[in-house]
C-alpha cells in the first residue's frame, strides 16, 4: 500500500514541478549619458559705444600724442550713460532666460578703421556654452539683447552701440 501511494504521488509531484512559474522580466534602464555637461567658463569680450566728434576733438586737444595711440578713460557719449564701469551685461540663452551676469570694466578710448569708441571690457564668469545663441545685453532693457553665436561667445563678443 505503501508503493501504491508513492506512485501516486510522484505523478502529482511532477505535475507540480511542471506548473508554469511566474515569468520574471525586467525593464531594460536607461542607458547613462556618455557625453558629459560641459564645464562652466569665463567669457571675456568689449562693449564699444561710438564716440562723438567732440570727444575725439577732446581727445586731440588734450594731448600732443597720436590719439591712435593713447589710451585715456572714456565715458560713453550722450544716451549711453548708463553704459558704464560697473555696468551689468547680461547673458541670455534661446528662451531669454539669463544665464549668467557679469560687469563692464573701466572704458578706454580705442580705434576700428576711422571710428573711435569708447570701449568697456568685460567677463561674465560661471557660463555654460551649450546653446547655440546667446543674447547680450546692457544698460537700458528697450535696446534689447544682440544675438551671439556659442562660437563668438568663446573667440570672445563685441557689442558695439551707436
Do not use: H, W
Request: charged residues 15%.
Amino acid at each position: 500500500m505503501r508503493r501504491a501511494a508513492t506512485l501516486l504521488l510522484l505523478p502529482l509531484l511532477a505535475l507540480g514541478g511542471c506548473a508554469a512559474e511566474p515569468e520574471l522580466t525586467v525593464a531594460p534602464t536607461a542607458a547613462a549619458s556618455t557625453t558629459p555637461s560641459p564645464a562652466a567658463r569665463s567669457v571675456s569680450g568689449f562693449v564699444n559705444v561710438a564716440a562723438t566728434s567732440e570727444q575725439f576733438a577732446m581727445l586731440n586737444a588734450a594731448t600732443d600724442l597720436d590719439p591712435v595711440n593713447a589710451s585715456y578713460d572714456c565715458v560713453s557719449a550722450e544716451g549711453y550713460a548708463d553704459v558704464a564701469e560697473g555696468a551689468q551685461i547680461t547673458a541670455t540663452n534661446a528662451s531669454g532666460d539669463v544665464v549668467a551676469i557679469g560687469t563692464l570694466g573701466a572704458g578706454q578710448y580705442e580705434f576700428e578703421s576711422d571710428k573711435m569708441f569708447c570701449q568697456f571690457p568685460f567677463t561674465i564668469a560661471d557660463i555654460v556654452l551649450d546653446e547655440k545663441l546667446y543674447g547680450l545685453s546692457v544698460g537700458n532693457v528697450f535696446r534689447g539683447d544682440v544675438q551671439f553665436s556659442e562660437k563668438d561667445m568663446r573667440v570672445g563678443p563685441r557689442l558695439y552701440l551707436g
